[in-house]
């Protein structure tokens, strides 16, 4: 089993930036991919980047966050990090770290994978972030 737990959420301007942080225990040998989705008020939660974990540590990022918002894994502190720039008024949600297990999420042999929210085993519990005018 894998624990995931979230921190760096908060409050910040339109403009700013903001690092949400993703720190896995338990199980970590056996993640594949991790994952930040979000969740706005009434609305479906979403992909917002993925790394994977093990092997390589590519890179996929949803086309609304791309050149804003960064992902990257430190495998030794066994935590992710999402580097979050030029914020606006979409980007307020609840942000939720997952992580894939069995390899279903995998980018390779298919490239979508990382961004389907069914094949994430593991979910943190969510943090707040607000973005402000």
């Known amino acids: 089993q894998v624990q995931l737990i979230e921190s760096g959420g908060g409050l910040v301007q339109t403009g700013g930036s903001m690092t949400l942080s993703c720190t896995a225990s338990?199980?970590?040998?056996?993640?594949?991919?991790v994952a930040w989705f979000r969740q706005a008020p009434g609305k479906e939660r979403e992909f917002v980047a993925a790394?994977?974990?093990?092997?390589?540590?590519?890179?996929h990022y949803a086309a609304s966050v791309k050149g804003r918002f960064t992902i990257s894994r430190d495998k030794a502190k066994n935590t992710v990090t999402l580097r979050m720039n030029n914020l606006n008024a979409e980007d307020t949600a609840v942000y939720y770290c997952?992580?894939?297990?069995?390899?279903?999420?995998?980018?390779?042999?298919?490239?979508?994978?990382?961004?389907?929210?069914?094949?994430?085993?593991?979910w943190g519990q969510g943090t707040q972030v607000t973005v402000s005018s």
């Open positions: 790394v994977d974990w093990f092997g390589d540590s590519n890179t």
């Open positions: 997952a992580a894939d297990s069995d390899d279903d999420g995998s980018y390779y042999p298919h490239p979508s994978a990382p961004q389907s929210e069914i094949v994430y085993d593991y």
């Open positions: 338990g199980r970590t040998g056996s993640i594949y991919v």
